[in-house]
């Protein structure tokens, strides 16, 4: 049941005097929940649960660690049809499409589950002494990851459950041994606290401390701010907008003791078609990249936004093929009015710009549903004006024809960071253009070949993350266990007592983990 309260750590609470609700696109009505934003006062109170729960939780067993995220998914489970009829009335998006992200969510969890009990995370590196070295003895050195600390997660618009309440983020850190506190994404707070209940009732039936995990309502910026400049949360995690991204980046700098922010931003996700594939499979490539553009209402951060060829006919029939495929596509309603005039306005501003030709857009049908539209310009436009560079998050894209191959080098060397990037070629093409594949690896995180971007497996290959803007820190990905290690660091122990170490890096190895020993992997003990 949706109370519209904050759950501040196991107990629910309304001190706040602000409210608001969610919205129902499709109907194009306010959802019939009340929601209370968190005061000041519930928010230190989440911060200091957390703070306290964290000196027990870091210590739990990798076993109980566990046991808590299976069971979180377990609970989610047991939502059933409630989770999917509120997060389909708060999104837009069919049952199909709630009841697969549902399941993504569940195996996330499941998998960070997986990854703790194993325990070989930890990444332990042991270098044994060498007493007898000459000139200066050698020390025992035993290295490991070790938890932050509380971690502060806001939710996204765009993925209400695998990215936000119970999503990659909270999974990854709770795996590692960090406390959450979720600032509940507004546009669907109703399926935030549906998921913050089963997070509660898992961390209650496992026997987690109070403040493991805490569901903040917002419907601004202030707990969020609020959140990111308390001096006991440790790491952010964000997944949305470069404006907003960025504000919680500099936020964090600026704290007398800064902190990680993992902001993953957007991408417009460039994909180069290659002639020889577009003179062979022009009808095939085009249905395939109308379906991907317009997947979802467009609202991917891996939405294929810009396509670059050189100019010939079989590009001039690709933009034409791709114009009529992009129609027959039935348009889908966007999350919430605020996205669909974002996206109308970003639409008419790459409109406006000098060089810009529509080849196609649907007409505007109901509201809140949006219009996909194929636009074209010049790379030399492409290059001379970076506003044409920007993400316009809906079913937009635009074809870039460039002259030759150093325009469309040059081209893709004008880029941003971005998420994933992708070529397009028949067997033995790509070999004569390396230099635009070398351009296109310094600006992504995933390279693609001969698919589109939009799609991302759950698994630890996967890289979800890119260069500046795509995400804050190239070096991590919000998608996969690998996940994890945004939210920990490296410790040293120098000369310790075997009996006072951690068991992951005891001589005995009693967790029989998969460690580093003198430069060499194994499992086995260590003899002194």
């Known amino acids: 049941m949706i109370t519209g309260k904050n759950y501040i750590g196991n107990s629910l609470s309304n001190l706040g005097s602000k409210t608001f609700s969610t919205y129902n696109p499709i109907l194009s009505i306010e959802n019939e929940w009340t929601f209370f934003e968190a005061s000041d006062s519930e928010v230190n109170t989440a911060i200091a649960l957390a703070k306290e729960?964290?000196?027990t939780y870091r210590n739990i067993s990798r076993d109980k660690k566990a046991d808590f995220l299976n069971q979180i998914a377990n609970e989610i489970e047991a939502l059933g049809d409630e989770l999917i009829k509120v997060y389909c009335k708060e999104t837009g998006l069919p049952e199909g499409r709630a009841k697969g992200e549902r399941g993504r969510t569940m195996g996330q969890l499941r998998s960070f589950a997986m990854l703790v009990k194993e325990g070989s995370w930890v990444q332990a590196i042991i270098d044994t002494p060498l007493p007898n070295r000459i000139p200066i003895p050698k020390p025992d050195l035993r290295k490991m990851m070790s938890p932050l600390g509380p971690v502060a997660v806001f939710g996204a618009s765009n993925f209400p459950l695998a990215y936000s309440t119970a999503g990659g983020d909270t999974a990854s850190a709770l795996a590692s041994g960090c406390p959450v506190i979720v600032k509940s994404h507004p546009m669907h707070a109703g399926t935030g606290e549906l998921v913050a209940s089963a997070i509660i009732n898992a961390a209650e039936k496992i026997g987690m401390p109070n403040g493991v995990f805490s569901n903040l309502n917002?419907?601004?910026i202030e707990v969020g701010e609020k959140l990111v400049q308390h001096p006991n949360i440790k790491a952010v995690g964000f997944t949305g907008s470069i404006k907003g991204g960025r504000a919680l980046f500099n936020m964090a700098a600026l704290r007398e003791e800064p902190i990680p922010v993992f902001a993953e931003m957007g991408s417009v996700n460039p994909v180069i078609f290659l002639p020889k594939a577009l003179e062979l499979k022009t009808k095939e490539w085009a249905k395939m990249y109308a379906g991907s553009i317009t997947l979802g209402a467009g609202q991917f951060c891996t939405n294929p936004g810009l396509l670059f060829g050189i100019k010939s006919k079989e590009l001039t029939t690709f933009i034409e093929e791709l114009a009529q495929e992009i129609l027959k596509v039935e348009s889908f309603c966007m999350l919430n009015p605020a996205i669909k005039?974002?996206?109308?306005?970003?639409?008419?501003?790459?409109?406006e710009q000098n060089g810009v030709s529509i080849v196609a857009k649907e007409d505007e049908r109901k509201d809140n549903f949006a219009n996909q539209v194929v636009a074209t310009v010049s790379g030399n436009e492409f290059i001379t004006n970076k506003s044409l560079h920007r993400e316009v998050f809906g079913p937009f894209s635009m074809v870039v024809q460039c002259e030759n191959i150093a325009e469309l080098e040059k081209a893709i060397a004008s880029l941003e960071g971005q998420l994933t990037g992708t070529i397009i070629s028949e067997e033995n093409e790509i070999q004569n253009y390396?230099?635009?594949v070398d351009a296109l690896q310094e600006k992504v995180g995933r390279l693609i070949f001969n698919s589109v971007p939009t799609g991302v497996e759950v698994c630890p290959a996967m890289q979800h993350g890119g260069p500046y803007p795509a995400s804050t820190d190239s070096r991590f990905g919000a998608v996969g266990t690998n996940a994890i290690n945004r939210w920990v660091r490296p410790i040293s122990y120098q000369s310790w007592p075997n009996d006072l170490l951690p068991l992951e890096l005891m001589d005995e190895n009693p967790l029989q983990i998969h460690r580093i020993v003198n430069g060499?992997?194994?499992?086995?003990?260590?003899?002194r």
């Open 53 to 55: 729960a964290y000196e």
């Open 218 to 220: 917002s419907s601004g």
């Open 341 to 351: 005039n974002n996206y109308s306005a970003n639409k008419s501003y790459i409109q």
């Open 434 to 436: 390396s230099g635009a």
């Open 520 to 527: 060499i992997s194994s499992k086995n003990n260590i003899e």
